[in-house]
């Protein structure tokens, strides 16, 4: 969307600061997602199958899909706010458009629009068979700024 | 929204149709997530904490809690739609409204609209912290009928 | 969507301020929207079928529709913010369930969560055909909220 | 977003069908709305200032810019349809990410993903002032795809 610049690497102290955010423990972790890349106002997020993962029929399950491409914008909105501040997720609206038949999932998320209170970003995610990307699905977004340290929602 | 109606309960068969289907392996089961509710165009899903679907500061992840709300609106659609078809989530949309700090986490689902072709759903998402339910997330989603058994993506 | 409390009324001065506000003019009042019902977090606007609103069939346009229930989810907020405050869109959703076919449009807002500097709207849109009403859209918004007299958009 | 392809031309007899569905009276022409491009999956359209599309501080209306992106995501969509099929609104959603202060509003729509039944399109829109446009809001949105003459919504 709109035009796409060079990307910028980070800075090595704030990219570690980002890695070690994403390295909590939590959810992420937990289903073995990895932060695989990272440029000034984008973030690529990667997520191997399993059943923690999955839905009924053996595909990554819809919910987890978003839950890459708002982490993937939030992560994107991030490399621009830390140290000094960092994002919830105030909404997020998601298309899904293939189904997301694959080993992996790879959610690639960059800033729209940075604001002083508002970040909207969006996310490509796409699914990886037999080596093959396809696009399965689309993600917009809008996250909240506040200083880093105080975590609060929208309020 | 619009007008609450009484709710109507489901078919004996129905209901073990929805529960066989919603408690096959993969995320939500892999989760701990329960389907605790169900009536003619709604349904409850509830969720304890644990480290596969909190977030950094220990609240419940935004993504997972889209997830719940995800499929809670779907199975609200279902409840609809089976043993005849089924929904597949063509896009959803949540807002998050408060921290989801607690231990469970109850997502509502129900059916605003249901066409031939496209259901509309929407789904709120409450915390339940030390027994008191607070709204944390308030969803709405477009559902794409497909018959049962012809699981594709909205294509 | 969640429990329906008992209407408040607005303070005299209060509901005056925001009919000047609604009255000024500009597109809602060059397609002769109404403001018809306010009460503390909600709000309700309508209007009537013209070739201003209408798209190619004769039904209420879409994107008019959305400027319904935008104006109606805001103006809902406002009953909430004003003297003090007001708001601005930062992002809304729309679903339309029926087609628009009538001689007048309701836009119903109410305020689903008020937050310091975000308030979650939604609202339910309504076509009236020989005195019939029927839901035809329901919208899902984020509005920002600044002091008084201060137009500006998330940044 | 996803790549960039080297626009490809309308046919001749497709450009011309798609002029006078968008040329016929309704809310577009009435505020002087005008399609200014067009290649395959892909349209552009420009809005005057005036009157009937602004708000009270003179900006243009959001609910205006949502019209806007709303066609212009929907002309996109056409340009792959047409003459066999055209489509229908589902539900959009937008976020506005600066003022739209300006004497001249262009949408600038393309699909995202063509499936039989569904398409997802996306529109980013700039307003521009003395010269300079900027991206104002961005609009994703899902639209229902119908045989052509067949005027209903999403049932």
Known sequence: MSNETTAKPLDHTL????????????ALISWNARLT???LGACEITLPMSQMVNQQHGYFHGGVIGT?????GGYAANTLLMPVSECLTAEYKINFVAPA?????IARGKVL????????????????NQGIEKLCAIMQQTLF???KGSPKVSD
Chains 1, 2, 3, 4 share one sequence.
């Open 15 to 26: 990219a570690l600061s980002l890695l070690e955010s994403f390295n909590r423990p939590g």
């Open 37 to 39: 890349g990272m440029t």
């Open 68 to 72: 890459m491409a708002d982490a993937a």
């Open 101 to 105: 038949i694959g080993d992996t999932l």
């Open 113 to 128: 629009k940075a604001g002083k209170t508002l970040v909207v970003s969006s996310a490509d995610v796409f699914v990886v």
């Open 145 to 147: 700024v506040i200083p």
